[in-house]
T-cell receptor
Framework: DTAVSQTPKYLVTQMGNDKSIKCEQN?????MYWYKQDSKKFLKIMFS???????INETVPNRFSPKSPDKAHLNLHINSLELGDSAVYFC????????????FGPGTRLTVT | DAKTTQPNSMESNEEEPVHLPCNHS???????IHWYRQLPSQGPEYVIH???SNVNNRMASLAIAEDRKSSTLILHRATLRDAAVYYC????????????FGQGTELSVKP
């Protein structure tokens, strides 16, 4: 059983398109996150949600909109894709905001052409 | 945000111990020291964490300096599967779970 899963694994799209990445966790966790890893391999947090409530929004452009339909899902919708959005996006989850251990998904490699 | 400093890369031989250092001279009293690793083409994976005392788990040991300004992740017997980027991260529990990743140490393991 995959603890944190993401779909799709790879996403190639053109500039200006709108796309979504889905994340699901089957660990019963309350908190979920989105991280972005750029071409230089730097990992940076984008958002965190706790019990479907937005907790962290790290000055991410408004084109990025997370949506949490329930505690087990945190999807990332990106409008008007730009070349600079090309990166690997990781979803993660933890028991709660004060949990020391985050479980990461396998990542979604987004390529914008 | 508290900063950490790690060597960019380290090499180890298989089945030998590995000591991965991390400096965090600006650590605050509420900061926990976390270690994650990222194997090639995978998401990061939790390794271990601690506050003041040394910690052991099935994956590794964490040695924390008495003044808490540095720590060392110890892999007791490196395997080829341990080749990864190891991240030392400080976080306190009033930060909403935010992990701030630095550049990490890329560990290569030679057979």
């Amino acid at each position: 059983d995959t603890a944190v899963s993401q779909t799709p694994k790879y996403l190639v799209t053109q500039m200006g398109n709108d796309k979504s990445i889905k994340c699901e966790q089957n660990l019963g966790h309350d908190t979920m996150y989105w991280y972005k890893q750029d071409s230089k391999k730097f990992l940076k947090i984008m958002f965190s949600y706790n019990n479907k409530e937005l907790i962290i929004n790290e000055t991410v452009p408004n084109r990025f909109s997370p949506k949490s339909p329930d505690k087990a899902h945190l999807n990332l919708h990106i409008n008007s894709l730009e070349l600079g959005d090309s990166a690997v996006y990781f979803c993660a989850s933890s028991r709660g905001l004060k949990s020391y251990e985050q479980y990461f998904g396998p990542g979604t490699r987004l390529t914008v052409t | 945000d508290a900063k950490t400093t790690q060597p960019n890369s380290m090499e180890s031989n298989e089945e030998e111990p590995v000591h991965l250092p991390c400096n965090h001279s600006t650590i605050s009293g509420t900061d926990y020291i976390h270690w994650y690793r990222q194997l090639p083409s995978q998401g990061p994976e939790y390794v271990i964490h601690g506050l003041t005392s040394n910690v052991n788990n099935r994956m590794a040991s964490l040695a924390i300096a008495e003044d808490r300004k540095s720590s060392t992740l110890i892999l007791h017997r490196a395997t080829l599967r341990d080749a990864a980027v190891y991240y030392c991260i400080l976080t306190s529990y009033n930060q909403g779970g935010k992990l701030i990743f630095g550049q990490g140490t890329e560990l290569s393991v030679k057979p």
